[in-house]
Each structure stands twice: as structure tokens, then as C-alpha cells.
């Protein structure tokens, strides 16, 4: 069994900002809910019915109120405070990475279609190279994916990128990420599609630059042959 | 089945046939009881499709055991399998039936109809007639509900939250009947909610005893009476949106439909602005009914009492702006982020209120280790996780990695199950006595406790780490997934604690069933209870009260040094030799 609360290892720039931020969490969570079981326990010991006992008369303590209340008040908005500064660095529309390598990533039941630019290098084009179920990108580039779908709402979810957002039929959402290590990693559809939802995974290929360059002059060649 | 509820308090319903006595009754504490047994009815259902989905994620593939399968057609589990598009629907409907069925009623229709009259001091509901309407509309409803696993294409496969575009067209479901059938269901439904609810407003506002000032009124009436006014505000919401799709399904509208310029996110600003409420709505009463019972069983006042007043506003409140949190990964605005989380992670202030004060109730009490106190204790300690796990959620960025995974089913079913279903239990085991006028069976309750306890945290804690691991919720299969494939064998334990969990269930419908009948007669105020409630009989007769009680207190008298008793009935006179009455009744309460 795996019971461990640690995140798995991420392969994205702000992966490790939102680990760690998710660590602070699980720390003050953790100490908070340690302590208050514990008391919670002890009290249930300690104030147990025995003959002859009788409870104070304690109608409360607005010092105590107050005190409990600030408490949560602060650290809760501390914490809202930190996850805004990463919020806004990884969905903030001014801080999208200028020159990122563009893809259109397009989503129907159950599969994820990916668009490269073709030789022309203008995304949405009809040379544009087609990659089913694979997201090819490069590694060490800042990378926009710009989501659709053609049916229902899906979700693509890159777990050790710690990416995820919904497909919207209608509207094109950008999102951003740059992945840290080549190699494959899973895809996955994180929102309720259809029936066939539980299979529409796919996997998302890194390279190095060149290799990535290599793939797409492959693609195209096998393109025009294909015409 | 109504054959159980009438013994022993016949004598009340004088002059009543049997048909007015026990199925069109207007009768608060009867309605209550037929919502009792309703929404358990329901819950058992809720309870067997969560059996049927824990089968499939543990044992994945493998045919239903105890040759179930012969009994489900081959549009559903052929050979016992279960097939994925029957998955989503048991998804759907669990969480439906749960939600929608059982632990709604179970909280404002059982204890809302119970507890708000007798505890004000009042003869009866506002409208008892609505009343009864409203009772009325909730079987209609169920089997409506219920119908739709027969109809060709199955029940409704969206998810409970049916986000269209899906939910729009059998196109994309194979549900095309069902999904229909589902939004009529509901939309009927809400009827119930709202007729019930106005009733709980007026009568609170309306027909409160001599002397129950609104710092008067015992927690659980607080409670109900802020749910009710979420149900009257936030029911109405769902069933507009409920009937815009059903248009959008049968007459080619496309208020969500993108084709003709439908909006999708829009279906999830209108169902979340519904949907959070509503889980205040499902949470509120059980804080409620926990602050009477560890107030009653350790003997001491609700600590803090006004400010758990306050927090119950302040829930309400804060309930109604954040439901942009369900949406941060959904397209919506990412400006709108930050003020959900502000106002998300503000929640949880009350919330700390109320567990402190719980806390600080029990902290030199003299603490009875009766049913109803352990399941309280236990709701204090599982909404505890439950809301800390919240804090996760409602940070933006981490919901990135964990929407839609399994820690927001670990989350959800803190809050709801710890939380509510624990409180529920609390809630019936206390009042269970000035219902059925006899106590609950102490040993079969604390035999089902302490299952209960055990294997609920076994079942749904390591939830959390399925989620930390990246697996998905709502996938019939997870193994198709390389990377989730070493989960199984957590899977596979969680599956079998909620076997346990699930048959712990029926010691207490044993219990309750046999308590009613057999139980040991229980008095007026078996609990040396202060509440109004307590000073008519077990089970009160028509009209509760012999003659409209005074109140003189506030409900949580209790271990009062100038006493010999550790109780004082909110309605025993003012012994005018020792203490005077004071000029202003506000100030008899504490403060």
C-alpha cells in the first residue's frame, strides 16, 4: 500500500514552488490536526465521568475568542497570500513566458489531439503536423498549449507537471509550463467525459531540442509523403 | 412501515383516523418520522451504489460477489461485470441519492420538522398542511429518481454536478431518458426544500414561546433555522438552472451548449453558486445537533455560545462567495483566483470557532460516554480533518495537482460522512427517545460506533494519498493508467473498509428498529436535558405542549453552582425567593 504524502517528483519549472508550498500546508495542517486530536483525547480522558464530579460552570471566554479567531485569521491568510504570488506566476496572463514554442492541444471523447506549426510557422495552418494521443515538446523551452475541445469539457492533467486545466468547448485557453527532464510522462483527463473518460490518457514526450526538431522534420516529411 | 412508528403514543393522535394519523398527517414530529424513514430508505440505496463502486475500483473487472450480477441486466454488469457507462452512472447516483435524498432530508426534513417546534416552544409548524406537501413531494421525487436506472440508455452518467455540455445531449452520454428524468427529479424536488424551509423560517420568526429570545434558542434550532434560510435562497437557484437544462436537452436551446453561442461555464457558476450553500446546508444542522449533545453529555454550558451563534451567521455568509473555488481550474477568470481563495481560506475562522468551542466544552465537563456523545466527539474530530484538508483545496495553485483527484473525495467525505452522517447519528440517537418514547440499545449503539469509527477513517483517509498520487476521480479503471497501477492494492484495502463500514449500518437499523419496539420506555428527559423539548412527553402528542411553556433561560444551563442539579430547564419558574427575576430577560444568559 501506498500511503506516502509526499508529492511525486516534478519535471516542471514551478513544480517545485507549488510542492513546497503544498509542504507548508501539510506542515501547519499536520501540527494543527495533531494537536487538536490529541487535546480532543486528553480532554476525553481527563474529563470523564466519575462519581462525585461535577463540571465547572464555564459559560466561555472572549479572550480565548479572540484569540483562537486571530490566530486562524493569520495563518489562513498568510497562506492565501503565498499561493497567490505562485498562482499568478503560473496563470497571471502578464507573466506568460514571452517566446515560448506554441502548440494547439484539441480534445474530443476520448482523445487528445495535438498541432504543431508546419513549415509556414504559423500555428492553425493546413500544413500544421498532427500528433494523436502524443504531446511532443522540447525540454528547457517555456511551452504555451492552447486548449480546446470539440465536445464536452475535459481536463488535461500532467501529474508530474503539476499542470492541469480544463478543455472548454467554445473558448481556447492558453496554459504554460517548461519541462525540466526529457522523457515520457503520462497524460491524463482529470474531468468526467463519457464513458469511455477512465481511458483517455495519452503520454507527453520531452526532447532535447534537437531531437524535438528532428521529430517534427520527420513528421512533415512523412506528411508530404502521405500527399 | 408506519406500523412501527405508531406504538405507544396512540393516546396523542385523538380523534385521528389512521389514515391522518400516519400517511397524510400534518403532524410535525409524524412528518418528521416519515422523513426519517424515508431518507434512511435512501441512504441504505446511496449506500449499496457505493458498495457496487468500491467493488469495481477494488477488484476491478472482476464479476459482483454473491452472484449480484444475476440480478442486475446486461445494460448494467453483464456476466456481474460492471460496465464503465454503468460506472458513471452509479457516480452520478451515489452521490445524488447521498446529497440529495438522504442527507438532506435527514437534516433539515427529520430535524427541522422535529426539533424546531418542540424546541421553541411551539404547538405545531406554521403551515402544517405545507408541511405535509412537502413531505409528500420527497417520494414522489425518489422514485422518479429511482425509475431511471430501468429506462433504455440507463440513469444519468454526468456526475452529480452534471457539467454540460455533457449532460446536454445523450449524445455524448448514451443517457438520453435518464438525464431527463434526473433534472425532472430534482426540479420536483426542490419544491420540498423550499416548502419546508419557509415553513422553518416563519415558524422560528413567528412562533416562538413567552420568552424564547432569539440568545435563547438552542444551537440545533439556530442552526436549522440559518440552513433554512440557505435552502430558500440557494434551492431555487439549482432549479432555474435545473430547468434551463432541461430545455437545453429537449427543445434545442443553448443556454450551455457552445453550438449557437451557449456558454458551458456558466452551468458551473450557476450549479456551484447553488453548491456551496448547499454544503452548508448539509453541514450546519449536524454542528447543531453536536453542540447539544456534548453541551447535554459533559454537563456544561456551550462554550462560548453567543459566538457560536455568530459563526453559524458567518458561515452562512461566507458560503455564498466562494463557490469560484470549485472553478479554479475550469477556464474561469484567473483574477477571479485570488478573491476565491481569500474568501475560501476566510472560511475557515468560523469554522475554528466552532471546533475550539466544542473543545472548550468539554474541557472540565463531566463527560458521559453515551451514543450520541461518541458520535458527536467523532464528528468533532473527522470535521477537523475535513477542514484542514480543505486548506489544500482552497490554495489555487496546489488544487492544480489535486482537483479532481482523489483528495477532494477524501475532503468531501470528511465533511460529509464524518461530518454530517457522524452528526446524524448523534442527532438520532439523542432525540431518538422523544420520538419513539424509548431509548436506543447503548450496547448495539457503541458496538456500531466503534465499527463504524474504525472503518470509516481506514476507508477514506488513505484517500488522501490516492490523490497525492495523482489518481484521478470518477475513472472506472484506474490500472489503464501505467502510473496509477501501484495504487491497487490501497484501492483494494479502501474497498474492504468500506464493506466493513457499510455492514456496521446494519447493527444500527437493527437497533433502531428494535429500539422502537422494545426499547427501554424512556421518560420525559432521559438526558436531564434543558431544552423545551424535553418538558412534554416522550413522544409529545398533537400539539406538544399541555399549556404554552414560559422560558426563562437560556438551553444550556448546566452544573449551575447555585443548583443541586446539574440541569435547569429553560422553562422551570424563577424561584423568586433566591434569585429575582431581572428586568432585562437578555441578561439572565450570561455576558
Given at each position: 500500500?501506498?500511503?506516502?504524502?509526499?508529492?511525486?517528483?516534478?519535471?516542471?519549472?514551478?513544480?517545485?514552488?507549488?510542492?513546497?508550498?503544498?509542504?507548508?500546508?501539510?506542515?501547519?495542517?499536520?501540527?494543527?490536526?495533531?494537536?487538536?486530536?490529541?487535546?480532543?483525547?486528553?480532554?476525553?480522558?481527563?474529563?470523564?465521568?466519575?462519581?462525585?464530579?461535577?463540571?465547572?460552570?464555564?459559560?466561555?471566554?472572549?479572550?480565548?475568542?479572540?484569540?483562537?479567531?486571530?490566530?486562524?485569521?493569520?495563518?489562513?491568510?498568510?497562506?492565501?497570500?503565498?499561493?497567490?504570488?505562485?498562482?499568478?506566476?503560473?496563470?497571471?496572463?502578464?507573466?506568460?513566458?514571452?517566446?515560448?514554442?506554441?502548440?494547439?492541444?484539441?480534445?474530443?471523447?476520448?482523445?487528445?489531439?495535438?498541432?504543431?506549426?508546419?513549415?509556414?510557422?504559423?500555428?492553425?495552418?493546413?500544413?500544421?503536423?498532427?500528433?494523436?494521443?502524443?504531446?511532443?515538446?522540447?525540454?528547457?523551452?517555456?511551452?504555451?498549449?492552447?486548449?480546446?475541445?470539440?465536445?464536452?469539457?475535459?481536463?488535461?492533467?500532467?501529474?508530474?507537471?503539476?499542470?492541469?486545466?480544463?478543455?472548454?468547448?467554445?473558448?481556447?485557453?492558453?496554459?504554460?509550463?517548461?519541462?525540466?527532464?526529457?522523457?515520457?510522462?503520462?497524460?491524463?483527463?482529470?474531468?468526467?467525459?463519457?464513458?469511455?473518460?477512465?481511458?483517455?490518457?495519452?503520454?507527453?514526450?520531452?526532447?532535447?531540442?534537437?531531437?524535438?526538431?528532428?521529430?517534427?522534420?520527420?513528421?512533415?516529411?512523412?506528411?508530404?509523403?502521405?500527399? | 412501515?408506519?406500523?412501527?412508528?405508531?406504538?405507544?403514543?396512540?393516546?396523542?393522535?385523538?380523534?385521528?383516523?389512521?389514515?391522518?394519523?400516519?400517511?397524510?398527517?400534518?403532524?410535525?414530529?409524524?412528518?418528521?418520522?416519515?422523513?426519517?424513514?424515508?431518507?434512511?430508505?435512501?441512504?441504505?440505496?446511496?449506500?449499496?451504489?457505493?458498495?457496487?463502486?468500491?467493488?469495481?475500483?477494488?477488484?476491478?473487472?472482476?464479476?459482483?460477489?454473491?452472484?449480484?450480477?444475476?440480478?442486475?441486466?446486461?445494460?448494467?454488469?453483464?456476466?456481474?461485470?460492471?460496465?464503465?457507462?454503468?460506472?458513471?452512472?452509479?457516480?452520478?447516483?451515489?452521490?445524488?441519492?447521498?446529497?440529495?435524498?438522504?442527507?438532506?432530508?435527514?437534516?433539515?426534513?427529520?430535524?427541522?420538522?422535529?426539533?424546531?417546534?418542540?424546541?421553541?416552544?411551539?404547538?405545531?409548524?406554521?403551515?402544517?398542511?405545507?408541511?405535509?406537501?412537502?413531505?409528500?413531494?420527497?417520494?414522489?421525487?425518489?422514485?422518479?429518481?429511482?425509475?431511471?436506472?430501468?429506462?433504455?440508455?440507463?440513469?444519468?452518467?454526468?456526475?452529480?454536478?452534471?457539467?454540460?455540455?455533457?449532460?446536454?445531449?445523450?449524445?455524448?452520454?448514451?443517457?438520453?431518458?435518464?438525464?431527463?428524468?434526473?433534472?425532472?427529479?430534482?426540479?420536483?424536488?426542490?419544491?420540498?426544500?423550499i416548502?419546508?424551509a419557509?415553513?422553518?423560517?416563519?415558524?422560528?420568526?413567528?412562533?416562538?414561546?413567552?420568552?424564547?429570545?432569539?440568545?435563547?434558542?438552542?444551537?440545533?434550532?439556530?442552526?436549522?433555522?440559518?440552513?433554512a434560510w440557505l435552502l430558500l435562497l440557494a434551492i431555487p437557484i439549482?432549479?432555474?438552472?435545473?430547468?434551463?437544462?432541461?430545455?437545453?436537452?429537449?427543445?434545442?436551446?443553448?443556454?450551455?451548449?457552445?453550438?449557437?453561442?451557449?456558454?458551458?461555464?456558466?452551468?458551473?457558476?450557476?450549479?456551484?453558486f447553488f453548491?456551496?450553500p448547499?454544503?452548508?446546508?448539509?453541514?450546519?444542522?449536524?454542528?447543531?445537533?453536536?453542540?447539544?449533545?456534548?453541551?447535554?453529555?459533559?454537563?456544561?454550558?456551550?462554550?462560548?455560545?453567543?459566538?457560536?451563534?455568530?459563526?453559524?451567521?458567518?458561515?452562512a455568509?461566507?458560503?455564498w462567495?466562494?463557490?469560484?473555488?470549485?472553478?479554479?481550474?475550469?477556464?474561469?477568470?484567473?483574477?477571479?483566483?485570488?478573491?476565491?481563495?481569500?474568501?475560501?481560506?476566510?472560511?475557515?475562522?468560523?469554522?475554528?470557532?466552532?471546533?475550539?468551542?466544542?473543545?472548550?466544552?468539554?474541557?472540565?465537563?463531566?463527560?458521559?460516554?453515551?451514543?450520541?456523545?461518541?458520535?458527536?466527539?467523532?464528528?468533532?474530530?473527522?470535521?477537523?480533518?475535513?477542514?484542514?484538508?480543505?486548506?489544500?483545496?482552497?490554495?489555487?495553485?496546489?488544487?492544480?495537482?489535486?482537483?479532481?483527484?482523489?483528495?477532494?473525495?477524501?475532503?468531501?467525505?470528511?465533511?460529509?460522512?464524518?461530518?454530517?452522517?457522524?452528526?446524524?447519528?448523534?442527532?438520532?440517537?439523542?432525540?431518538?427517545?422523544?420520538?419513539?418514547?424509548?431509548?436506543?440499545?447503548?450496547?448495539?449503539?457503541?458496538?456500531?460506533?466503534?465499527?463504524?469509527?474504525?472503518?470509516?477513517?481506514?476507508?477514506?483517509?488513505?484517500?488522501?494519498?490516492?490523490?497525492?498520487?495523482?489518481?484521478?476521480?470518477?475513472?472506472?479503471?484506474?490500472?489503464?493508467?501505467?502510473?496509477?497501477?501501484?495504487?491497487?492494492?490501497?484501492?483494494?484495502?479502501?474497498?474492504?473498509?468500506?464493506?466493513?463500514?457499510?455492514?456496521?449500518?446494519?447493527?444500527?437499523?437493527?437497533?433502531?428498529?428494535?429500539?422502537?419496539?422494545?426499547?427501554?420506555?424512556?421518560?420525559?428527559?432521559?438526558?436531564?436535558?434543558?431544552?423545551?423539548?424535553?418538558?412534554?412527553?416522550?413522544?409529545?402528542?398533537?400539539?406538544?405542549?399541555?399549556?404554552?411553556?414560559?422560558?426563562?433561560?437560556?438551553?444550556?444551563?448546566?452544573?449551575?453552582?447555585?443548583?443541586?442539579?446539574?440541569?435547569?430547564?429553560?422553562?422551570?419558574?424563577?424561584?423568586?425567593?433566591?434569585?429575582?427575576?431581572?428586568?432585562?430577560?437578555?441578561?439572565?444568559?450570561?455576558?
Amino acid at each position: 500500500m501506498n500511503l506516502s504524502w509526499l508529492m511525486p517528483e516534478s519535471v516542471s519549472t514551478f513544480g517545485p514552488a507549488l510542492d513546497n508550498l503544498y509542504y507548508v500546508i501539510l506542515w501547519i495542517t499536520g501540527i494543527v490536526f495533531v494537536v487538536t486530536e490529541v487535546i480532543l483525547v486528553y480532554f476525553m480522558i481527563k474529563y470523564r465521568h466519575k462519581e462525585g464530579r461535577k463540571a465547572e460552570y464555564i459559560e466561555g471566554s472572549s479572550k480565548a475568542e479572540w484569540i483562537w479567531t486571530s490566530a486562524t485569521a493569520v495563518i489562513v491568510i498568510a497562506i492565501a497570500f503565498y499561493s497567490k504570488g505562485i498562482w499568478d506566476e503560473i496563470r497571471h496572463p502578464d507573466m506568460f513566458p514571452e517566446n515560448a514554442y506554441e502548440l494547439n492541444v484539441t480534445a474530443r471523447q476520448y482523445e487528445w489531439n495535438a498541432s504543431y506549426a508546419g513549415p509556414d510557422g504559423v500555428l492553425g495552418t493546413a500544413d500544421d503536423i498532427l500528433s494523436r494521443n502524443q504531446v511532443h515538446i522540447p525540454v528547457n523551452e517555456p511551452v504555451i498549449v492552447n486548449l480546446e475541445s470539440e465536445d464536452v469539457i475535459h481536463s488535461f492533467f500532467l501529474p508530474e507537471f503539476r499542470v492541469k486545466h480544463d478543455a472548454v468547448p467554445g473558448a481556447v485557453w492558453p496554459i504554460w509550463f517548461e519541462a525540466t527532464q526529457t522523457g515520457e510522462f503520462p497524460l491524463a483527463c482529470a474531468e468526467l467525459c463519457g464513458l469511455g473518460h477512465y481511458r483517455m490518457g495519452g503520454t507527453l514526450i520531452v526532447h532535447s531540442r534537437e531531437d524535438f526538431d528532428n521529430w517534427l522534420s520527420e513528421m512533415q516529411m512523412e506528411a508530404e509523403d502521405g500527399e | 412501515m408506519s406500523n412501527h412508528i405508531g406504538e405507544g403514543h396512540s393516546e396523542g393522535h385523538h380523534d385521528q383516523g389512521f389514515i391522518k394519523t400516519y400517511i397524510f398527517s400534518t403532524d410535525h414530529k409524524m412528518i418528521a418520522k416519515q422523513f426519517l424513514i424515508t431518507s434512511l430508505v435512501f441512504l441504505a440505496i446511496g449506500g449499496i451504489l457505493a458498495a457496487m463502486i468500491r467493488w469495481q475500483l477494488g477488484f476491478p473487472g472482476q464479476p459482483l460477489p454473491f452472484n449480484l450480477g444475476a440480478i442486475l441486466p446486461d445494460s448494467m454488469a453483464p456476466g456481474g461485470i460492471i460496465l464503465p457507462e454503468f460506472y458513471n452512472s452509479l457516480v452520478t447516483m451515489h452521490a445524488t441519492f447521498m446529497v440529495f435524498f438522504a442527507l438532506m432530508p435527514l437534516m433539515a426534513g427529520v430535524f427541522g420538522n422535529l426539533l424546531i417546534p418542540l424546541q421553541i416552544g411551539a404547538d405545531d409548524m406554521a403551515f402544517p398542511r405545507i408541511n405535509m406537501l412537502s413531505f409528500w413531494i420527497t417520494p414522489v421525487a425518489g422514485a422518479i429518481m429511482l425509475a431511471s436506472f430501468f429506462v433504455e440508455g440507463g440513469a444519468a452518467g454526468a456526475g452529480w454536478t452534471s457539467y454540460a455540455p455533457l449532460s446536454t445531449s445523450g449524445e455524448w452520454t448514451g443517457v438520453y431518458m435518464g438525464q431527463i428524468l434526473w433534472l425532472v427529479s430534482l426540479i420536483i424536488l426542490g419544491f420540498s426544500s423550499i416548502t419546508g424551509a419557509l415553513n422553518y423560517v416563519t415558524t422560528v420568526i413567528a412562533m416562538r414561546a413567552p420568552g424564547m429570545t432569539w440568545f435563547r434558542i438552542p444551537l440545533a434550532t439556530w442552526s436549522l433555522f440559518i440552513t433554512a434560510w440557505l435552502l430558500l435562497l440557494a434551492i431555487p437557484i439549482l432549479t432555474g438552472g435545473l430547468i434551463l437544462l432541461l430545455f437545453d436537452q429537449t427543445i434545442g436551446t443553448a443556454f450551455f451548449r457552445p453550438e449557437g453561442s451557449g456558454e458551458p461555464l456558466m452551468w458551473q457558476h450557476i450549479f456551484w453558486f447553488f453548491g456551496h450553500p448547499e454544503v452548508y446546508i448539509l453541514i450546519l444542522p449536524a454542528m447543531g445537533f453536536v453542540s447539544e449533545v456534548i453541551a447535554n453529555r459533559s454537563r456544561k454550558p456551550v462554550f462560548g455560545y453567543h459566538s457560536m451563534v455568530v459563526a453559524i451567521v458567518a458561515i452562512a455568509f461566507l458560503g455564498w462567495i466562494v463557490w469560484g473555488h470549485h472553478m479554479f481550474q475550469s477556464g474561469m477568470n484567473p483574477f477571479l483566483g485570488m478573491s476565491f481563495m481569500a474568501t475560501t481560506v476566510v472560511i475557515a475562522v468560523p469554522s475554528a470557532i466552532k471546533t475550539f468551542n466544542w473543545m472548550g466544552t468539554l474541557w472540565k465537563g463531566d463527560i458521559h460516554f453515551d451514543t450520541p456523545l461518541l458520535h458527536a466527539v467523532s464528528f468533532v474530530a473527522l470535521f477537523v480533518i475535513g477542514g484542514l484538508s480543505g486548506i489544500f483545496l482552497a490554495s489555487a495553485p496546489v488544487d492544480i495537482y489535486l482537483h479532481d483527484t482523489y483528495f477532494i473525495v477524501a475532503h468531501l467525505h470528511y465533511v460529509l460522512v464524518g461530518g454530517s452522517l457522524f452528526g446524524i447519528f448523534s442527532g438520532i440517537t439523542f432525540w431518538f427517545p422523544k420520538m419513539f418514547g424509548r431509548m436506543m440499545n447503548e450496547g448495539l449503539g457503541k458496538i456500531h460506533w466503534v465499527i463504524s469509527f474504525i472503518a470509516y477513517n481506514l476507508a477514506f483517509f488513505p484517500m488522501h494519498n490516492l490523490g497525492v498520487q495523482g489518481m484521478m476521480r470518477r475513472i472506472y479503471d484506474p490500472n489503464q493508467y501505467e502510473f496509477l497501477q501501484s495504487l491497487q492494492s490501497t484501492n483494494t484495502f479502501i474497498s474492504k473498509s468500506v464493506f466493513v463500514f457499510a455492514a456496521a449500518q446494519i447493527i444500527f437499523a437493527v437497533n433502531f428498529f428494535w429500539s422502537m419496539k422494545k426499547g427501554k420506555k424512556a421518560g420525559d428527559n432521559p438526558w436531564d436535558s434543558n431544552g423545551l423539548e424535553w418538558a412534554c412527553p416522550s413522544p409529545p402528542p398533537h400539539g406538544n405542549f399541555a399549556e404554552v411553556p414560559v422560558v426563562h433561560r437560556g438551553p444550556y444551563e448546566y452544573s449551575h453552582p447555585d443548583r443541586e442539579e446539574d440541569f435547569w430547564p429553560q422553562d422551570e419558574p424563577i424561584d423568586l425567593g433566591n434569585n429575582a427575576p431581572s428586568a432585562n430577560p437578555e441578561n439572565e444568559y450570561g455576558e
